[in-house]
């Protein structure tokens, strides 16, 4: 199966997993996101009260300069991990 089809299927099927982490979900957007994406091209949100949306940010920015292949293919992989 071609990169790209995998990882849509995967990105669908890790919808159906009954745990996750909130460390792997983190890992999980910041892939998906560099994937789909690149490199992250917004800055990072300020103020207190934004824990969340900075933690989605560093979560992207973790994968900077990553392609978009090697995302996906860790992205598959991480997947794959959790629904063991």
Same mark, same amino acid.
């Given at each position: 199966?071609?990169?790209?089809d995998c990882f849509?299927?995967?990105?669908?099927?890790?919808?159906?997993? =009954?745990?996750?982490?909130?460390?792997?979900?983190?890992?999980? *957007?910041?892939? *998906?996101?560099?994937?789909?994406?690149?490199?992250?091209?917004?800055?990072?949100?300020?103020?207190?009260?934004?824990?969340?949306?900075?933690?989605? *940010?560093?979560?992207?920015?973790? =994968?900077?300069?990553?392609?978009?292949?090697?995302?996906?293919?860790? *992205?598959?992989?991480?997947?794959?991990?959790?629904?063991?």
């Amino acid at each position: 199966m071609p990169l790209l089809d995998c990882f849509y299927k995967e990105s669908k099927d890790v919808k159906k997993l =009954n745990y996750v982490s909130d460390d792997s979900k983190l890992k999980l *957007y910041g892939l *998906y996101k560099q994937a789909t994406i690149g490199d992250v091209n917004c800055p990072r949100p300020s103020g207190i009260f934004n824990i969340k949306e900075k933690a989605k *940010y560093d979560a992207w920015y973790e =994968n900077k300069d990553m392609s978009k292949e090697t995302a996906m293919f860790e *992205y598959i992989n991480l997947v794959s991990e959790l629904q063991q």
